[in-house]
């Protein structure tokens, strides 16, 4: 579910890509934001920029006019694309961001566009134990960081070490993971970040154990989420965070008697409530308004404001 952007021609580039030095990654106007986000609902980008590498991503920030948006997508599967699309620039980084190597005896470190799984399963090779929780989020590490994204009692602030990441004008920084301000859910970096690598550390564990715990954490997803569905995974936070006795979304959404609501094509997943699915035909227009409408009721019911996790970008058709 995790398709490149497709390279396309540049009719109806934006002016301002005149303003833009050579650049050696991939520039692809009016890609469908649908064709690479997992929901598979979202309309144009004016612009898509893959960087070949760091270098290259700095040259291309630098240069863009400060005037102009710019969104940072991952693997696209914590967002939900209007149907509009997004004006100005969207920076998704490649397989150029991809390696995970490992970088101490007890240390990893991932591209931004690695995938959680494969951070997982490289732990595991290397007998570290701590990072098996990333075998089911679906997610790039980029969006790990961002969204400080976890499960199954792990989460990205336990295990990160440090993030290289650029700021809008493209300079370097290096910092520290507890000068993130990372809590559930949610990372209080100050200003534009676009992360481009991340350290991480795990503990000396057993192998066949950590993998024994990944095919554990890997079935029971299975069972209880729609993992192969057009979905944006949890759509509400929690409202007690990651309290693990605390207020659950979905048993409030269950409460609210949303199990199965349809607008259109979208649905309140049957299987887990906290999860909306497009069965095909749905618009991020029918899903957005699925969500707000499973937000008035458990309002309704519970008297609890519950806080979307997915993050919703662009414009309305
Ligand atoms: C089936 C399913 C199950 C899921 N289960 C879980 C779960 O158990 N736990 C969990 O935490 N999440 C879960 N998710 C949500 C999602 O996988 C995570 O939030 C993931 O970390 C998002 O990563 P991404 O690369 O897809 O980011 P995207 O969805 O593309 O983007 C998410 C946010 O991160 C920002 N971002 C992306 N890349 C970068 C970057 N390089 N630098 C700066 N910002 C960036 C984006 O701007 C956006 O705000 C699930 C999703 C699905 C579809």
Redesign the pocket.
Same mark, same amino acid.
């Given at each position: 579910m995790t398709p490149e952007a497709r390279p396309m021609d540049m009719t109806g580039a934006p002016d301002w890509l005149a303003a833009l030095p050579p650049l050696r990654g991939k520039l692809m106007a009016g890609v469908t934001l649908a064709d690479i986000c997992?929901f598979r609902v979202g309309g144009p980008a004016d612009l898509v920029f893959m960087p070949a590498d760091t270098d290259d991503l700095s040259t291309f920030l630098a240069a863009l006019p400060e005037e102009v948006p710019l969104?940072?997508?991952? *693997? &696209?599967?914590?967002?939900l694309v209007r149907d509009g699309g997004i004006r100005g620039a969207v920076i998704r980084?490649g397989a150029a961001f991809g390696a995970v190597t490992q970088t101490g005896d007890t240390e990893l470190t991932a591209g931004?566009a690695a995938l959680?799984v494969r951070v997982a399963r490289a732990a595991a090779d290397a007998a570290l134990s701590g990072l098996s929780f990333y075998r089911?989020?679906?997610?790039?590490i980029?969006?790990?960081?961002?969204?400080n *994204? &976890?499960?199954y009692g792990g989460e990205t602030g336990d295990v990160l070490v440090e993030v290289e990441?650029l700021n809008r004008q493209g300079e370097k920084h290096v910092s520290a993971a507890n000068q993130l301000d990372l809590s559930y859910?949610h990372n209080g970096h100050d200003g534009f970040?676009?992360?481009?690598s991340a350290r991480f550390k795990g503990v000396a564990g057993d192998k066949a154990k950590i993998i024994a715990e990944m095919e554990t954490i890997s079935e029971q997803r299975e069972d209880s989420?729609?993992?192969k569905a057009r979905?944006?995974?949890?759509t509400f936070k929690n409202p007690d965070g990651a309290d693990p006795d605390g207020l659950k979304a979905w048993k409030l959404i269950d409460a609210a008697g949303c199990r199965g609501l349809r607008v259109g094509d979208a649905q309140v997943s049957e299987q887990h409530c906290n999860f909306l699915i497009n069965h095909g035909m749905a618009r991020a227009a029918d899903l957005e308004a699925l969500g707000d409408m499973v937000c008035d009721r458990v309002r309704d019911n519970s008297g609890v404001q519950l806080q979307w996790e997915i993050?919703r970008l662009g414009e309305a058709a």
């Open positions: 997992w969104t940072l997508l991952g *693997a &696209g599967s914590n967002v980084l931004a959680d089911g989020i679906p997610g790039a980029g969006g790990a960081v961002a969204m *994204a &976890g499960a990441w859910r970040a676009v992360y481009t989420q729609p993992v979905t944006g995974g949890s993050k």
